[in-house]
């Protein structure tokens, strides 16, 4: 297994997690656009439920931009 460059873990996992926020708050914002146009209630998430989604897409960014092997280029 590869050892993987620390900064470019942290460089992969901030700019998965900013991805990771920005994509969630846009599909939170669609859907309550949606629900306010139907009628519905609106989503109202609690900051802790929206942890999941960036952290989860920041381990992937991390790993896929360790693993690019950047210092060839």
């Not at 790993?63 to 950047?70: E, G, K, P, V």
Request: proline share 3%; aromatic share 16%; with cysteine.
């Amino acid at each position: 297994m590869k050892k993987y460059n620390t900064l470019e873990l942290l460089t992969g996992f901030l700019m998965g997690s900013v991805a990771g926020v920005l994509i969630e708050w846009a599909l939170i914002y669609f859907y309550n656009l949606v629900c306010r146009w139907r009628g519905f209630s609106l989503l109202t998430a609690e900051w802790w439920m929206l942890i999941p989604f960036p952290l989860i897409v920041g381990l992937i960014m991390a790993q896929a931009i360790a693993s690019l092997h950047l210092e060839d280029y």
